[in-house]
């Protein structure tokens, strides 16, 4: 190789160089790039990956990278349950839960095109179902208040109880205090800031919800912290004693009322269904009582029909409702084996009180829906 020298400089010398500039920087861009592509476009802030869940709603906070996704998409299960443009530092939102595992999926886009992508799986726990009762190996409970969260202080400028969160209800005022119609909407409220989705859809209110005196359950002096007061039912009981007085004095008590545990069947918070249970009636009970579906155990005793209708009917004796289990048998406490209502005796007697009028004509076979 024949290497040119002019003014005591090599020009081979000067090429490498050029070369190993351009090669530097090259090295550079891409290594440029990809440190870019490899930082994270969502940050997941609350809740952690496998955590344990009471209730039907899970709160979440996620950070978006400024200007890196137009779009954040959530899935439940691979069902699509919330679009969300990002405009804000933080984003928080709720999701419905189904009892047992969820699957949670938050997908950033920009342009349609999936840019990242986390994930995180929830267990519901349910005393309901006796297989989700105990969660699965790994997954535990995240108490949110037990630790500080700095980053919630942008928006949620304090995380302690205001005077607003103090009132707690009186049950001998609380009804000549509030409107049936118009729920409150304490502006001040530490609770309602972050909690708010609890109750914002639900047509079934329980009563210090409605006015959001969450301290009128939650204990902030507790451990956990926020943890109710007294075990249900000696909470449930400190408002609901005329029920209270009448179920004492009963000779059969159903397992939920007698094991104490109120939140089997009721949602301390909101309901889709009257008396804030957690399914509709009909549903509740069929979760225990599966065989009682059909109806063939009203009739199984008087008559050859297979079925007699436990729902979708109007009941007889009760203007405007569904008929339902409730229409014969109390949920809670009776002076009879069968929870039977109405003061009966026997089944036949039961069977009166709604054929009176049309004991000599036949039943008809009936489809239950």
């Known amino acids: 190789m024949i290497s040119f020298v002019r003014g005591g400089v090599s020009f081979l010398n000067i090429s490498m160089r050029v070369r190993f500039i351009c090669y530097a920087f090259i090295f550079f861009l891409i290594f440029s790039l990809t440190a870019e592509g490899s930082q994270s476009i969502i940050t997941l802030n609350y809740s952690p990956d496998m955590t344990v869940m009471e209730f039907d709603l899970l709160g979440i906070s996620i950070s978006v990278r400024q200007g890196s996704a137009d779009l954040i998409e959530i899935r439940v299960n691979n069902r699509k349950k919330l679009n969300i443009i990002p405009r804000r530092k933080f984003e928080c939102f709720s999701v419905p839960l189904e009892v047992g595992r969820n699957q949670i999926n938050i997908t950033a886009k ?9 994930a995180l799986d929830v267990f519901r726990r349910s005393d309901l179902v006796s297989k989700y009762e105990k969660p699965p190996a790994g997954f535990q409970k995240d108490y949110f208040h037990m630790k500080d969260r700095p980053q919630c202080a ?7 109880p205001t005077e607003a969160d103090k009132n707690t209800i009186d049950i001998e005022t609380f009804a000549a205090e509030i409107s049936e119609y118009k729920a409150v909407v304490p502006s001040e409220s530490t609770c309602y800031s972050c909690h708010r989705g609890m109750i914002a859809y639900q047509p079934f209110i329980h009563g210090p919800n409605f006015v959001w005196s969450c301290l009128s359950c939650h204990d902030p002096q507790a451990e956990p912290k926020y943890f109710i007061k007294y075990p249900d039912p000696e909470l449930c009981y400190k408002c609901h004693v005329e029920q209270k007085q009448k179920r004492s004095t009963k000779k059969y008590f159903h397992a939920p009322f007698a094991t104490n545990r109120c939140g089997i069947c009721h949602n301390p918070h909101a309901s889709e269904s009257p008396y804030s249970l957690v399914e509709p009636t ?13 109806g063939r155990h009203i009739v199984a005793r008087y008559v050859s029909s297979n079925r007699h209708p436990t729902h979708g009917v109007p009941d007889p004796l009760r203007k405007g409702r569904e008929l339902t289990c409730a229409s014969c048998h109390n949920p809670h406490a009776s002076d009879s084996p069968k929870f039977t209502t109405l003061g009966v005796e026997s089944g036949f007697d039961m069977c009166m009180k709604c054929h009176i009028k049309v004991e000599r004509q036949p039943l008809v076979p009936y489809q239950v829906p």
């Open 110 to 118: 920009k342009e349609d095109r999936i840019v990242d992508e986390v």
């Open 282 to 294: 009909w549903l509740l009970c069929l979760t225990c009582h599966t065989e009682k579906g059909s």
């Open 154 to 160: 942008a928006c949620h400028h304090v995380l302690e």
